[in-house]
């Protein structure tokens, strides 16, 4: 396993970070003993960065995970607090579920534009504050937006940058893949940390998975690629791709033969681009939402690439 220092954080970080969304319950809703054992298996592997959110609920996986290893983990996590009080409750949530005094990496959670960003400068003051306490160890922000990005480069007390980057584009809001590389390049270039998001489109580009994470690995720009993990083979694959030696073919054949599903997030705005972008005639609208009829599905990810909130993935 590869690791380097996170721009000018200080940190230390395996090129491999273990997205810790998909064990949670927004999508394979895995018990929390099970996921600390997906989770400690990473660590084994040499993974030593974790990503997570609040809003993931896999605080308690992380936690049972972290009282398992020896090891030094750089832990990163993000809040949509946009007020003072908002962010200290959020922060001392993290600290408390995951029994940690230190938070290595605190975000402000998807900022969508300049006008989030100030939106929420209240809760970026107080992760600030924290950081000259030593509570949080390096303040960031994790984004779909190119222009968050671009916006970031200009605020020197950002260390971390947190964007979504894969080859098709899927899920960047404002412009296109090559827009954001020039963002992404920019910022490393001013000393950002930057650890990369869906690299497979959130499940969209599994079926070109060599392809898509041979595209973000070859971006010398990035130091860290986060990538959802929900069993001990993804686990066992990724590490071997990222330290560039052949999956196992008993890996291999176990998720090949593995039952994907189209997800469909809560936040779905039910606008209805993905019902009219799907051929198959497996999507349409119930209750305000989109939903999927998974006998008609092919899991060709079309819809997703339409998804204006990136509410569509394959899990």
Not at 47 to 66: M, P, R
Not at 257 to 270: F, P, S, V
């Amino acid at each position: 396993m590869k690791y380097c220092k996170l721009g000018n954080t200080g940190l230390e970080v395996s090129k491999l970070c273990f997205g810790g969304l998909i064990i949670g319950p927004l999508q394979a809703n895995l018990p929390p003993e099970t996921g600390a054992e997906i989770i400690l298996k990473s660590f084994e592997l040499g993974v030593n960065f974790i990503d997570t959110a609040e809003l993931y609920g896999t605080y308690s996986h992380i936690g049972k995970a972290l009282k398992k290893t020896n090891k030094n983990i750089v832990v990163a996590t993000k809040s949509y607090a946009y007020s003072a009080e908002g962010a200290k409750e959020s922060l001392e949530k993290a600290r408390k579920e995951m029994d940690i005094d230190v938070i290595d990496i605190f975000m402000l959670h998807e900022q969508e534009s300049r006008l989030t960003l100030k939106g929420h400068r209240e809760a970026l003051e107080y992760y600030i504050s924290m950081k000259e306490k030593g509570i949080i160890k390096a303040v960031g922000v994790s984004t779909h937006n190119v222009e968050v990005v671009e916006a970031c480069c200009e605020m020197p007390e950002v260390d971390v940058i947190h964007p979504i980057v894969n080859k098709a584009g899927i899920g960047i809001g404002d412009g296109t893949i090559d827009d954001m590389l020039k963002a992404v390049e920019k910022a490393y270039s001013v000393g950002k940390g930057i650890y990369s998001m869906k690299p497979l489109g959130g499940g969209n580009l599994i079926k070109s998975y060599k392809e898509a994470m041979d595209f973000v690995l070859n971006i010398p720009y990035i130091h860290s690629i986060a990538v959802g993990m929900q069993s001990i083979e993804e686990v066992v694959m990724n590490v071997c791709i990222f330290e560039g030696k052949e999956v196992p073919q008993d890996v291999q054949k176990s998720l090949e033969n593995k039952k994907r599903h189209l997800h469909i997030d809560w936040w779905c705005e039910g606008c209805g681009k993905c019902v009219e972008r799907c051929k198959q005639k497996a999507l349409k609208l119930v209750d305000g939402k989109a939903k999927v009829e998974e006998e008609k599905c092919v899991l060709c990810s079309y819809c997703a690439s339409v998804c204006p909130v990136f509410a569509i993935k394959v899990s």
